[in-house]
Every structure is written in C-alpha cells, then in structure tokens.
C-alpha cells in the first residue's frame, strides 16, 4: 500500500536541523493517531560541522534502530535569506534522509504549506495553531515544548492524513457519474 493509513504503521516526522534535529513517531491504532515518541536530537555548537554532521548521523541510526518506522515523512526544504543556514539545514537534511533510507523507510515529502492544511486546515497556520492541532489530534497535551519536535510531529500526521486520502480516493470510481440530462424528467 502506498499510503500510511492502514492501522499499525508507524511514521516518523523528521525537522532536519544541523543544532536540532526534530523527530516525531505517530502510529494509528484502531483509525486514531497516538504519539510514540518525539523529541530533538542536538549536536553542540563547539564541534566542527563534519563532526556535528557525524553526530547526527550516529544519532538518527539509533533513533531509527529504537523505533522501526515503516515510513520517514519530511517537510520539503525552505530555503530562507541566510544562505550558511540554509546550508547546515540541507546537510543535516541529507544526513537524515541517508539514515531513512539506510533503515529501510519509504521517504515521503510534503510542503509546508501541505502539512498546515492537513494538520489545521489553513496552509497559513502560525507554530501556536499547529501546537494546538497536533495536541488535539494525537489527544495529548504532554509534548516538548521543541518547535523542532512539534514540526516533525505534524509532517508525521500530514503523512497519514494524506495516507487515509490515497486510500479513499483509491476506492472511488475511476469515471465521475455523469449527470443527468437538463431539461428531462417531471413534467409540471
């Protein structure tokens, strides 16, 4: 199945970072989400970046070791003004994406603007409305209070919304129902 919304898969949202790194597991049990873990993994700002990059990568592998999820759901990268950042961001994201592979997930990517929608319902959400929708929908209130954390939490969720919408749309027919004819019918 190409989607996630079968019960029992396990998905882990990924917020690459080369300081933080988010992660966040969601699996569905009996058609609801439930949090299995979620938290950031830090490297120090006093190492070089080859070494915080090595870092992350021994710390993605245990990550992926502990968990065993099916699929890794990441937020397309955003490239913002501050060209050295967005480097880290995208090295941190390729030491993820590697490890992903590596462990034998299915790599899944979504917009921004796709994880908003699909967790709040406004591609717009600011980070207190996300906070607020990941809460609710994985019916718990005790999350770190990591940005990191929460972002990765959201693109796992996007992924098995967008899941259950694969599946749905998969079931429907593959030719609209034509309407019927104007004009015909009851006459008055």
Do not use: W
Not at 57 to 69: G, K, T, W
Request: charged share 20%; proline share 6%.
């Amino acid at each position: 199945m190409v989607g996630s919304s079968r019960d029992g898969v396990m998905v882990m949202g990924i917020d690459p970072g080369l300081a933080d790194t988010g992660y966040g597991a969601v699996r569905r049990f009996n058609g609801r989400l439930s949090l299995v873990s979620c938290g950031s993994l830090k490297t120090p700002a006093s190492l070089s970046d080859p070494d915080r990059l090595r870092l992350l990568a021994e710390q993605m592998r245990r990550l992926f070791d502990d968990l065993h999820p099916e699929v890794a759901a990441f937020e397309e990268l955003f490239f913002s003004k501050n060209v050295r950042s967005a480097m880290a961001v995208g090295q941190a994201r390729g030491v993820a994406l590697l490890s992903a592979v590596e462990a034998g997930a299915r790599v899944h990517e979504y917009s921004p603007a796709q994880v908003k929608l699909s967790v709040t319902g406004y591609g717009g959400a600011t980070k207190a409305q996300m906070l607020k929708m990941v809460q609710a929908v994985l019916g718990t209130r005790d999350l770190p209070r990591s940005d990191d954390a929460i972002d990765a939490l959201a693109v796992a969720i996007c992924h098995h919304h967008s899941g259950r919408l694969r599946t749905i749309l998969s079931r429907a027919p593959s030719t609209p129902p034509r309407p019927a004819p104007v004009g015909r019918g009851l006459r008055l």
